[in-house]
Every structure is written in structure tokens, then in C-alpha cells.
């Protein structure tokens, strides 16, 4: 593989990997039958990938998925031919909307707990690295830091009490702008 290709690569699966749910969840709300939902992910995502270089960088990736994935719905639909519930474009364009408020509330979310998290004391943020980026279970934290089981189980419950206040502080003030 060419450098110029890894990159194509490298940056396609960043963007599909950062998006993959929206679409998938998107694509279930269409097609409400797993399996299926499933297969169309994959077919969603061998279209996206062969089409990556008619993506524009900076664009919306999930409404960009979410389109191929709409037609791979309707592409599935036709070579069923049963029983599957199809939905009219009105009703296509409201899963759409809905599904965008819900993202941008979840960026909006995710982006208050990134600025809390920077907010966090030193020994805060290490605890909450060992347990979210390294993914160590709670005994392995506590045996990591040199503090009982039951005080790390107790610097947990404060430090996650103290970024649910920071977060819900932060969506108000943008609610109120």
C-alpha cells in the first residue's frame, strides 16, 4: 500500500470508526430487523469506502453514511420483496433530523466532558485514564496507585459526581447563549 493510499485508508477508518453507530443506528431505525441491519451496515460501508474520494473533508461523514446508507436500505428492500416495513421519504427525512439532533447533543456532551476532564486535578485525571483509556479494572487501579480498593471506589464515585456537575453546568450555559 502507497503512503498517499494508507492515509486514504487511515483517514477513512478514523472518520468511519468515529461515526459507525450513528450510521448503524440509523440504518436499524430504517430496517428494524438486526441481521439484516447488520448486513446493510456492511454493504453501507463498502460503498462509503470505495466512494471516499467523493467525501469532502470537513463535511458531515454521518449524513454523508447515513445517505448510502438509506439507498443500501432501499437496495435491500428490493431484493426482499417481503414483509419488510418501507418508510416514505417524509418519514426518511424525520429519522434524519432526529437522528442529527441526537448527535449533535451527543458532541455537545461529549465536548463538555473532554473540557471537564481537562479541569480535573492530576491525580483525578490518571485514575480516570487507568479506568477509560487503559480500561484497568477498578482492584488494578487501586493496586496501581497504592490506595485500598474501597478509597479508590470512593475517588471514582467523587470524581465521576464531579464531572456529571461540570457537564450539566456546561450544557446549561450553552443552552442559555
Known amino acids: 500500500m502507497t503512503e498517499s ?20 443506528r440509523f440504518i436499524l431505525a430504517l430496517l428494524p430487523n438486526y441481521s439484516a441491519a447488520e448486513d446493510v451496515m456492511q454493504d ?10 467523493q467525501y469532502e473533508a470537513g463535511t458531515n461523514f454521518a449524513a454523508w453514511g447515513m445517505q448510502i446508507g438509506r439507498f443500501a436500505v432501499m437496495q435491500f428492500q428490493r431484493k426482499v420483496q417481503s414483509g419488510i416495513v418501507c418508510f416514505d421519504s417524509n418519514a426518511l427525512e424525520k429519522i434524519i433530523e432526529h437522528e442529527e439532533v441526537l448527535r449533535e447533543k451527543e458532541d455537545a456532551y461529549s465536548e463538555a466532558l473532554e473540557e471537564c476532564v481537562k479541569h480535573l486535578k492530576e491525580k483525578s485525571k490518571r485514575i480516570i485514564s487507568l479506568r477509560y483509556v487503559d480500561n484497568m479494572k477498578i482492584v488494578d487501579i487501586a493496586l496501581k496507585i ?3 480498593l474501597n478509597s479508590t471506589y470512593q475517588a471514582m464515585s467523587r470524581i465521576h459526581q ?11 450555559q450553552e443552552e442559555t447563549l
Open 5 to 24: 493510499n494508507e492515509y486514504r485508508y487511515e483517514s477513512f477508518l478514523k472518520l468511519y470508526r468515529a461515526n459507525e453507530k450513528h450510521i448503524f
Open 44 to 53: 453501507t460501508m463498502l460503498v462509503m469506502w470505495k466512494k471516499f474520494d
Open 146 to 148: 497504592e490506595k485500598t
Open 162 to 172: 464531579s464531572l456529571l456537575k461540570c457537564v450539566m453546568q456546561r450544557l446549561r
